[in-house]
């Protein structure tokens, strides 16, 4: 992954009975942070990603490509150093 990129997913999700954190059934405002080689390819990565850290039901607001240059913010220097990354809002949505 020589080129790769880092997609910044904005959404919302559920937290399931797996999640450490937060109350299973709660849905909580969030960004994804994804290294991938395309954008097609976070997207498809995505899913796995958040499953793995207890997050379900899934909507997707947005998604952009981080600019090379925006080294300064942790979500994405984390995605770039561990392949992704997650920065979720602790108060749930209503």
Known sequence: ??????????LTAAATATNPQFKAGERHAMLAYIRADTQEQAEAELPQKLTEKGWGNWTISKSAV????ADQDQ????ARERGASITVYSDPIP
């Open 1 to 10: 992954m020589a080129n790769a990129i880092v997609v910044i997913f904005l």
């Open 66 to 69: 981080a600019s090379p240059a």
């Open 75 to 78: 979500g994405i220097k984390s």
